[in-house]
């Protein structure tokens, strides 16, 4: 397992795709290195790009209103996308990019090791539960692989451009919430037995 410091130095001035053209700023992560919780997103945009941090435009704010729902806060968490660079027009992903950038992802997933991992949208989801499934089939429902829980939840920029969707986010935070709640309970009563054993 490699420290996130020591991932950031790996990358470096990363030119492992052609994405580093066209990019200002690489976008590497930011957020709680201990967190539970830890959500990742698809690929900078236009204003994650200019300042070097993932989720801090309008899909961004959006996110931080729905962590509330899941009595969260932006500073508990830690956030990364499945590329580190944006690429040019907000278009998807394309293959070559995730693979050769996907190696970051897994190492700082094993770095900050997080109970529970929040995939947002269709890229995420189907990297980390390796599936070609579509998120509306995924989302709704803890996955779990190894040793974590995965809730798929739709792309919050996908709620912005269609409204219909804002409820299932509500409820997919609500969601997030609970099993929040069951695991900080389980480990109150895992700490309670030892006490008393
Ligand atoms: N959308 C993403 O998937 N990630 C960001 O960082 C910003 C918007």
Redesign the pocket.
Known sequence: MIALDDIMVEIGDCHRCSLAQTRTNL?FGVGNPNAEVMFI?????EK?DLGAE??I?A??KYLNSLLALAGLKREEIYIA?VLKCRPPGNRDPRPEEIESCTPFLREQVRAIAPPILVT??RFATQFILKTDRGITGLRGQVHITGAFSVLPIF?P?AAIYDRNKEPIMEEDFRLLGRLLAKRREERTERTVHKELS
């Open positions: 976008v997103g698809e690929a900078p945009g994650e993932p989720f435009g899909a961004g996308n947002l949208g792309h920029a």
